[in-house]
């Protein structure tokens, strides 16, 4: 499997599968959105009854040229569907109570967030707390605080959900009944592996959404997959390792042994340390960095990428020995950098017959 990073990456840009490889390039904060649909198909592929998830990009005016107090004429070439719907109505707006004055929403994004829920719900089969919080998670993405929200109906149990920005950016998701649940797109040229990139691409494109080093620079992600090509574990890990560096090294990795337990400690660190919205940037009354809540996606997030690199990685002659390199911190939130410059770590599965490659890069 190819580097495969967040679909949000601005350089070296994560090859997308169709149809969004057709349209408009979703924004950052509509990747997100994307992502979360991708996945929950994942993590919902067993429940009944099925269903199946739809993501359209395209444009529309923008709020300051045409504020949706009502749905706007010309719904299906603003939202990408074949004929005109017919029924719409308002589920979040921005609009100006007067001329001059700030735009200011139409209901309390909480309540259309709850609502969303309820909605997406009710076709979406969610049987576990990670699917539960995916779901919400989702929910609150769509009912974001700069968006304006239509729910469309076409006549059938589809549930349309138009989504556009302040520029005119649209997204539509739409989630429909189906005999089984339909997987994810994928690109036919990743071959045996192409699920599998579409799921990690959207697992790191979520964490990037949630992870961040400062106000600029996400939490960047890297993954690699291939062949074996030592005997000697080590020495495998240390091939890899030189192969998908983006400069010459210097010389070969300092590589240490790892367990899976540490591996999801020093992840967990990763994510409590980055998660921005668990700190306001004021130490009054904090004596310590908080936790993260038990059920918060991104603790389902990173626990899923693991899972699929242990599972990718082993065989029925057995798991894959775990190697580290670089900044990891297993022993907690004030584990320091062996290089106060250098917050970038890798994570080596080394398998029977295969090899994953897991960069980690907190550096800003």
């Given at each position: 499997?190819?580097?495969?990073?967040?679909?949000?990456q601005?350089?070296?840009?994560?090859p997308v599968?169709?149809?969004?490889?057709?349209?408009?390039?979703?924004?950052g904060?509509?990747?997100?959105?994307?992502?979360?649909?991708?996945?929950?198909?994942?993590?919902?592929?067993d429940?009944?009854?099925?269903?199946r998830?739809?993501?359209?990009t395209?444009?529309?005016p923008?709020?300051?040229?045409?504020?949706?107090r009502e749905?706007?004429?010309?719904?299906?070439?603003?939202c990408?569907?074949p004929?005109?719907?017919?029924?719409?109505?308002?589920l979040?707006?921005?609009?100006?109570p007067a001329?001059?004055?700030?735009y200011?929403?139409?209901?309390?994004?909480d309540?259309?967030?709850?609502?969303l829920?309820?909605?997406?719900?009710?076709?979406?089969?969610?049987?576990?707390?990670r699917?539960?919080?995916?779901?919400?998670y989702l929910a609150?993405r769509?009912?974001g605080p700069?968006?304006?929200?239509?729910?469309?109906?076409?006549?059938?149990?589809?549930?349309?959900?138009?989504?556009?920005?302040?520029?005119g950016?649209?997204?539509?998701?739409?989630?429909a009944p189906?005999?089984?649940t339909?997987?994810?797109?994928?690109?036919a040229?990743?071959?045996?592996?192409?699920?599998?990139?579409?799921r990690i691409?959207?697992?790191?494109?979520?964490?990037a959404?949630?992870?961040?080093?400062?106000?600029?620079?996400?939490?960047?992600?890297r993954?690699?997959v291939?062949?074996?090509?030592?005997?000697?574990?080590?020495?495998?890990?240390?091939r890899?390792?030189?192969?998908?560096?983006e400069e010459?090294?210097?010389?070969?990795?300092?590589?240490?042994?790892?367990?899976?337990?540490e591996?999801?400690?020093?992840?967990?660190?990763?994510?409590?340390?980055?998660l921005?919205e668990l700190?306001?940037g004021?130490?009054d009354?904090?004596?310590?960095?908080?936790?993260?809540?038990?059920?918060?996606?991104?603790r389902?997030?990173?626990r899923d990428?693991?899972?699929?690199?242990?599972?990718r990685?082993?065989?029925?002659?057995?798991?894959?020995?775990?190697?580290?390199?670089?900044?990891?911190?297993?022993?907690?939130?004030?584990e320091?950098?062996g290089?106060?410059?250098?917050?970038?770590?890798?994570?080596?599965f080394?398998?029977?017959?295969?090899?994953?490659v897991?960069?980690?890069?907190?550096?800003?």
């Amino acid at each position: 499997m190819d580097r495969t990073v967040s679909y949000t990456q601005s350089w070296d840009r994560q090859p997308v599968p169709a149809p969004l490889d057709r349209l408009p390039s979703p924004t950052g904060y509509q990747w997100a959105a994307v992502a979360a649909v991708w996945l929950l198909a994942e993590w919902t592929r067993d429940g009944t009854p099925g269903w199946r998830g739809e993501c359209v990009t395209a444009r529309a005016p923008e709020r300051t040229a045409q504020q949706w107090r009502e749905p706007p004429p010309g719904l299906a070439a603003i939202c990408g569907l074949p004929a005109e719907p017919v029924d719409a109505t308002v589920l979040l707006g921005l609009v100006q109570p007067a001329e001059r004055q700030p735009y200011e929403p139409t209901r309390p994004q909480d309540e259309v967030t709850a609502e969303l829920i309820t909605l997406l719900g009710t076709l979406v089969p969610v049987t576990d707390r990670r699917g539960a919080a995916l779901l919400a998670y989702l929910a609150g993405r769509l009912a974001g605080p700069y968006t304006d929200l239509l729910r469309v109906s076409t006549g059938g149990a589809d549930l349309h959900l138009v989504q556009r920005d302040s520029s005119g950016n649209v997204l539509r998701v739409t989630v429909a009944p189906a005999p089984a649940t339909e997987p994810p797109p994928v690109l036919a040229s990743d071959g045996g592996d192409a699920a599998l990139r579409t799921r990690i691409g959207s697992l790191i494109t979520l964490l990037a959404a949630e992870l961040w080093v400062n106000n600029n620079n996400p939490v960047k992600f890297r993954v690699w997959v291939g062949p074996r090509d030592a005997a000697d574990p080590i020495e495998a890990a240390a091939r890899w390792w030189t192969s998908t560096r983006e400069e010459e090294p210097e010389g070969p990795p300092q590589l240490r042994a790892l367990t899976v337990e540490e591996l999801d400690r020093g992840l967990y660190t990763v994510v409590r340390s980055s998660l921005l919205e668990l700190f306001d940037g004021s130490w009054d009354g904090v004596e310590e960095w908080p936790h993260v809540p038990p059920d918060h996606v991104t603790r389902h997030l990173y626990r899923d990428l693991i899972d699929q690199l242990l599972a990718r990685t082993t065989t029925p002659d057995g798991p894959p020995h775990l190697l580290a390199a670089g900044y990891l911190p297993i022993d907690g939130i004030d584990e320091e950098a062996g290089d106060e410059h250098d917050y970038a770590g890798t994570v080596l599965f080394v398998g029977p017959t295969d090899v994953a490659v897991l960069d980690i890069d907190l550096s800003s």
